[in-house]
């Protein structure tokens, strides 16, 4: 079969010329074949031409483009007519047959000749020799890019400089992402480059302008009494002149006065005679930078510090559900100040020791605020993206949004924030053009304006001409949309006196910030606040019989008990440790045993460190003590039960201080009668003051005795 036969077979069996054509891509043929197989092709041109017209559809044409010319040549002719693919096609079959793999170029002025009579005229370049030294220089070539290849890839393993992340990409394709700690590593690397933080001082220019000033004057301020030098100017000048030179004066430091009262002396005023005389010489001087301190930062947050555990420890009703919110939201807010003061404290240690770079600007609690904010807000984008990514239905998308949103920022939603620049919904770009299209100054900043209302989501204003125009808008109208720019305004004005307006340079800041974000509270302080939290808690579930004991009768039942040293004391139903918290605080060397039958209540006072002995104190036989201090449940005289089985308990020589309820004491029944009886050999009692249930934790006005009773 000649190889004519297998171009007639290419249309109906493809594969088979395509089997060809990358035998000679591979240069697995010999001269002759190739020789051949050009003849076939040149002659047979026209027929080959009509049977893929015949045989082919546009897209299987297309598809023919692609396998030929690879995954983008198929690109320019997608939209072409039939003809045109067929010919386009057939050139890129052609054009494998180049010896030297390459198309001709024609210069100005030659006339072009046809792909087909080129190759016609250098096919015979092709020889068995010509084929071996392609193959070879073939080998070589792979061989060189495998080892570029490798040595791409030990670049990138641990990518440090720019060279090195390029590389990382080769290997890895332009549309890899970046780990989350070499996505921060190369946003470093950015953000090195854009850094203008603490360079050179910024140079007052000179002035080229020809006026007689007297020497420089001293003096002192007629109302504050600090030293003073003036420079006064000797002849009158025009109005620009002046400008000039009181401008250079407010970059020294001074300013111009005219006033004469109480001996004071007309002229351009400076603290200092290094500035006058700066001044004086109208050349290039270097501005002296104040110097920042960070002393009275450092105060402020050592302040709210301390006012933050404040509010952390102080006392709060919490007895409903209502004052717990309020005791939650209160608890909240101071551990958010703590963080910050916190935060604040190690950014002015990093300022201080030079380890600190892109926030080192930082000389207010309102910056650093809002570069928190961002933090937050960085994350919510993170979440936002998460939403219109995920898959599914509805409640998918949710769930993908709030499992970023409900969580706390990570280092790694930095990467997602954005610069703070002034922007608007359509609807109020809309009214703002609308208001602005007849006002003087402003039209052109209107047109602009319906020009951005073709933009999809919400309009950013981030050019030099859009902020300037939205300064002047804000400053003529109170409405909401104006007073909203103010405050963004505001906002983009802060992070560009910190440095931070360029992307990759505030992505380094808030790296930095992460790093040194403080812990609201210490590992004791959070164990008091859950423990806290779960008494809060306690008094909201109505436990029958639980009233706490208010603190100033803890205290003078403990009085009362006369414990001595190597007392063993119980406390019978000890509840939330009201007795017991404060029995340990001023004897810390006393055994302390805790029964408490409420499973909650048992539970918090281990969390408390309590050593609980068991539930039910009516149970306890075997287990004696020297003091036992008590508040027994009221409910169906249990209170009389109680003093009784804790006198049961009680060793020779012992006391009991219980509190009871009044009804022992007056009432009639044979059990109070007794009780009455039982105790007047005993020990004493003394009616409480009412209301004394009534405090921060319960709200009642039983009435209740404290009973003594010694053994």
């Not at 001074?254 to 050349?283: C, D, M, P």
């Not at 402003?442 to 981030?462: C, M």
């Not at 930095?512 to 306690?538: P, V, Y």
Request: charge should be positive; glycine fraction near 6%; charged fraction near 30%.
């Amino acid at each position: 079969m000649t190889f004519f036969d297998s171009i007639q077979t290419m249309v109906n069996d493809w594969p088979t010329f395509l089997a060809f054509i990358n035998r000679l891509r591979a240069l697995d043929v010999s001269a002759k074949e190739i020789l051949q197989a050009w003849q076939e092709v040149k002659t047979h041109e026209q027929a080959i031409r009509a049977e893929m017209a015949k045989r082919f559809t546009k897209k299987q044409l297309l598809m023919l483009k692609i396998q030929v010319s690879g995954q983008f040549g198929a690109a320019h002719i997608r939209n072409e007519k039939k003809e045109v693919i067929i010919n386009s096609v057939f050139k890129s079959l052609c054009e494998s047959f180049y010896p030297n793999g390459a198309k001709r170029s024609f210069s100005m002025g030659e006339i072009r000749e046809s792909f087909i009579v080129h190759i016609d005229r250098v096919i015979h370049e092709w020889s068995d020799e010509l084929i071996t030294q392609k193959g070879k220089e073939r080998e070589q070539a792979k061989e060189d890019a495998q080892q570029a290849r490798a040595a791409k890839e030990e670049q990138a393993k641990d990518p440090q400089t720019f060279e090195d992340f390029r590389a990382w990409y080769y290997v890895n394709g332009s549309n890899a992402i970046l780990p989350d700690h070499l996505q921060k590593r190369f946003t470093f690397l950015k953000a090195g480059i854009k850094w203008k933080g603490e360079q050179e001082a910024p140079k007052v220019s000179s002035l080229d302008v020809d006026v007689r000033f007297s020497d420089i004057l001293e003096t002192t301020h007629t109302k504050k009494g600090h030293d003073l030098y003036v420079v006064q100017m000797l002849e009158y000048v025009d109005k620009g002149v002046y400008t000039a030179l009181n401008n250079r004066a407010k970059a020294l430091g001074g300013y111009y006065s005219s006033y004469r009262g109480n001996g004071a002396i007309v002229g351009f005023q400076f603290k200092t005679r290094e500035n006058a005389a700066s001044f004086l010489s109208l050349s290039d001087v270097t501005k002296a930078r104040k110097p920042l301190s960070l002393d009275k930062l450092r105060e402020k947050a050592l302040k709210m510090i301390e006012k933050a555990n404040d509010n952390l420890n102080a006392d709060r009703k919490v007895n409903t559900a209502k004052r717990a919110r309020e005791a939650g939201y209160a608890i909240e807010k101071a551990e958010g100040e703590l963080k910050k003061a916190n935060t604040m404290l190690r950014l002015i240690e990093g300022i201080e020791n030079g380890s600190i770079k892109y926030l080192s600007k930082v000389r207010a609690f309102s910056e650093l605020e809002q570069l928190l904010m961002l933090l937050t807000m960085a994350k919510m984008e993170r979440a936002t993206l998460a939403q219109k990514k995920a898959q599914g239905m509805r409640q998918q998308r949710n769930a993908a949004y709030s499992e970023i949103y409900n969580r706390t920022v990570i280092e790694s939603d930095i990467e997602y924030v954005t610069v703070p620049f002034p922007s608007m919904y359509h609807k109020h770009v809309r009214d703002l053009a609308w208001c602005l299209k007849d006002e003087n100054g402003f039209k052109q900043f209107a047109a602009r304006l319906h020009k951005k209302l073709s933009t999809d989501g919400k309009i950013i204003f981030s050019s030099g001409y859009d902020l300037e125009q939205l300064r002047k808008v804000a400053s003529i109208s109170d409405d909401y949309t104006f007073a909203r720019i103010k405050d963004q305004l505001k906002d983009f004005d802060r992070i560009t006196r910190l440095g931070l307006e360029d992307i990759n340079v505030l992505k380094a800041a808030l790296y930095e910030l992460f790093s040194l974000r403080g812990e609201g509270m210490t590992d004791e302080q959070k164990r008091a606040k859950e423990i806290k939290r779960l008494e809060a808690e306690s008094l909201r579930k109505k436990i029958a019989g639980y009233f706490p004991t208010p603190k100033e009768i803890v205290n003078r039942m403990i009085d009362e008990a006369g414990i001595e040293k190597g007392n063993s004391i119980c406390e019978p139903s000890a509840g939330k440790g009201n007795i017991a918290d404060l029995m340990r605080e001023r004897y810390p060397d006393n055994n302390l045993a805790c029964f408490e039958i409420a499973p909650f209540l048992s539970d918090l006072l281990k969390k408390k460190g309590h050593d609980v002995l068991d539930s039910n104190f009516l149970e306890n036989t075997g287990k004696t003590f020297d003091r036992i201090i008590m508040n027994p449940p009221f409910e169906k005289e249990q209170d009389i039960e109680h003093v009784k089985h804790a006198y049961s308990v009680l060793n020779e020589g012992g006391r009991i201080v219980a509190i009871m309820s009044a009804g022992p004491f007056f009432r009639s029944d044979k059990k109070s009668t007794e009780f009455r009886e039982w105790l007047s050999d005993k020990g004493w009692n003394e009616k409480l003051p009412d209301g004394t249930f009534n405090n921060l934790e319960t709200s009642t006005n039983v009435s209740a005795h404290l009973v003594i009773i010694d053994k």
